[in-house]
């Protein structure tokens, strides 16, 4: 029999009806490690995201390397959450079903003084104690990396760093959230709030106010103004950095086997190339300071240099297409260390400046919140049965679903894209609901006819099936 305070699932029920224990504002790759994190600990969970879907800032578009920390700066807050965060993604993504693509990184010389300069990286990679950092010269790299233009110099080898499904990662944790009881708002812009002491009630301009104990502010690009609106001040200012990135054909996937890295500056960690999860080449970031939060454009100019910078490194990409252009905003500020606050008096704790390893990072940071709610909150009683979902493999290196048998038919053949694919992702606990996010769900339309071929056939499957209206509420089942 179950007690009052048991919901069958070893989790209290919150007190008063319909107040959340714990609001996570923002669903980027931050906040929803973080409602997953909480939700697992036993906390009534609400995500608020103002987009129409998760990924709607930051995290829809970046590198989608797992990173080892080993260029972190030493003993900050970054390091012990990239190095948790890779730990926890390494335990869990097999149960998951998410992929991992071991690829490894050099670290690139192509001068005399960044060549003097690998042996400070690799100091630096054993101080953040990641060991298996070691100098190689000219000919073990090119050895190993054929493709490789002969103007290298040496490189240090980082055997840990790998590549992964940016938006999978962030899909299964939240999947996981609200499978275990997490409630989801989407086009809910948290514009302002009330602390009555005991709890927030925050409001949107279009939907019901919400009430929750506790609030975790994961607004990415707009975390220093959610602070400033609901808490009158905030202890950082974002300074949005673009990186675009251009996309190479998936002929160039078999030219590198690792990540090239370049030997990193000030600001940015500089331009990789990298294959990705789903089968091709990546070449950017550049880093650009811009004002503007929301819009992240490409520009021929910068794309082109990228261009120019690739072929220089991997000579053999003059041959192969670029088939896909995109950019990504970092939330950096003036800072470099990530900006965490506590206001304990306020409910309140704020993940501001996740600039550039959020997603290896996120479930890292996500324990550390949880700990220093912890400090601050009510003790929860973790979840004692936990549903994990298996995620669809989209991962180019793992058998995909057109090769089992019943898929109905190959909807985008670029990408090998089927029905069953198409039809699980409009009816999954976290549906997609517009084309943007069937893409990020099945790789629909993201290859190299970019639509050409399959949009038509697209529109007729996805036709009135889509989620309309500003108001989508999800509702875990953990409480039914
Ligand atoms: C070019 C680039 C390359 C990168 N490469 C890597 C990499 O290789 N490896 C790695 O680990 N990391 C990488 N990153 C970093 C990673 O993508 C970011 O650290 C991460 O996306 C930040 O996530 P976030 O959840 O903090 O922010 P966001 O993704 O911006 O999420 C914040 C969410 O909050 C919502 N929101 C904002 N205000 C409100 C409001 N008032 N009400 C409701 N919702 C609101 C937004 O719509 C958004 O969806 C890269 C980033 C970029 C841009």
């Known amino acids: 029999m179950r007690s009052k305070t048991d919901n069958g699932n070893g989790r209290p029920r919150t007190e008063k009806q319909g107040v959340f224990d714990v609001a996570v504002v923002g669903g980027g790759v931050v906040g929803c490690a ?20 998760i990924l709607s800032g930051a995290s829809k578009a970046n590198s989608a390397i797992l990173h080892t920390g080993f260029d972190a700066p030493p003993n900050s807050l970054e390091l012990q959450c990239v190095q948790a965060g890779y730990k926890e993604y390494l335990e869990i993504f097999k149960d998951f079903n998410l992929p991992l693509l071991k690829t490894s990184a050099f670290v690139v010389a192509w001068n005399d003084q960044q060549l003097a300069h690998l042996s400070e990286i690799k100091s630096q990679a054993h101080q ?20 490789l233009s002969n103007a290298a110099l040496g490189a240090v080898t980082v055997p840990g760093e ?33 602390f009555d002491g005991d709890g927030w009630l925050l409001k949107s301009d279009t939907q019901a106010d919400v009430s929750a104990r506790f609030v975790i502010n994961c607004a990415g690009l707009y975390g220093d103004y959610l602070d400033q609106a609901l808490l009158g001040q905030s202890e950082f200012l974002i300074k949005p950095r673009k990186g675009q990135f251009i996309v190479y054909d998936k002929a160039a996937s078999s030219l590198l086997t690792s990540i090239i890295l370049p030997v990193p500056s000030e600001r940015t960690k500089g331009i990789v190339l990298t294959r990705t999860i789903f089968g091709n080449l990546l070449v950017g970031p550049t880093a650009e300071e811009q004002d503007e939060r929301g819009i992240a454009s490409v520009s021929h100019c910068e794309l082109e240099k990228l261009k120019t910078a690739g072929e220089a490194i991997v000579p053999s990409l003059k041959d192969i297409p670029v088939i896909a252009t995109y950019a990504g905003l970092r939330p950096a500020c003036e800072s470099k260390d990530y900006r965490v606050f506590e206001y304990q008096e306020k409910n309140w704790i704020t993940a501001g400046a996740i600039r550039s390893t959020g997603l290896t990072s996120s479930l890292g940071l996500a324990s550390y919140i949880f700990k220093q709610y912890s400090k601050m909150a009510k003790p929860l009683i973790s979840l004692a049965t936990i549903k994990t979902p298996k995620m669809p493999n989209l991962s180019e290196y793992e058998p995909r679903d057109w090769t089992q048998p019943g898929y109905g038919e190959i909807v985008c053949h670029c990408e090998m894209v089927t029905k069953r694919e198409i039809d699980n992702a409009i009816s999954s606990v976290l549906p997609a609901r ?4 069937l893409k990020r769900r099945t790789r629909a339309t993201m290859g190299r006819c970019q639509s050409f071929y399959c949009a038509a056939r697209l529109a007729e499957l996805t036709k009135n099936k889509f989620v309309n209206g500003p108001i989508v509420e999800i509702k875990g089942d953990a409480n039914e």
Do not use: C
């Open 128 to 147: 953040n104690n990641v060991m298996d950092v070691d100098v190689i010269d000219r000919e073990i790299l090119l050895k190993m990396e054929p493709h």
């Open 34 to 53: 973080v409602a997953r994190k909480f939700v697992l600990e036993g906390a009534k969970v609400i995500l608020l995201e103002k987009g129409s879907d």
């Open 434 to 437: 517009d084309l943007s996010g």
């Open 162 to 194: 790998f590549v992964i499904d940016p938006w999978s990662s962030p899909l299964a944790y939240l999947t996981q959230a609200v499978l275990n009881g997490a409630e989801v708002r989407f086009e809910y812009d948290v514009s302002s709030g009330q």
